[in-house]
């Protein structure tokens, strides 16, 4: 009796280690494949990123060089005789642009002000940035950023009275126009 029952726990045995390995080579399969989707996923995002991290790179340095080669100009001052009188230079790029106008202009009345406007081409829209600061050597100076810089070409400074009227009174002293 006891070799039945010897060959029979033996073959118990046998079936349970057998069934284990058989669990244990699964899982390692399984586990070798989750690792491998892993890093084809990593290794394929990557690659994508990379790509469109170039691709930015290139984009926006463009976008700076052609932004800060449009807005970095001057234009120049002249009154309705032709004569110069100053400048105005538009520098920094179309999120940040920044005006810097200096004239030489007349001494004025306290009941007027030199006011300078921005003019769109072919349309009667203006924008007044502001009102001319007169400095010690007797110019007069004004700085301002204006968004949309590019649709503004014109540069104008008119004589305004100091009524409280925020219309432009059409009394133009000098113009400047970037090109």
Known sequence: MRQQ???????????????ILFIIAVLAGAFLVYQLILWFRSSNAKTIADDVIAVSTV????????????????????????????TVVRSGTPEVPSYSLVANLPAIAPDVSYEVWLVKDGLADVKSVGILSPRADGSWTAMFTMKDPLEYPTVVIMLEPNDGNAEPSGNRVAEGRFE
């Open 59 to 86: 984009d926006v340095a463009e976008a700076q060089a052609t932004s800060t080669a449009q807005l970095n100009s001057t234009a120049v001052f002249t009154m309705l005789d032709g004569s110069s009188v100053g």
């Open 5 to 19: 029952s010897f060959r029979h726990r033996g073959g118990t045995r046998s079936g349970l280690g057998g069934g």
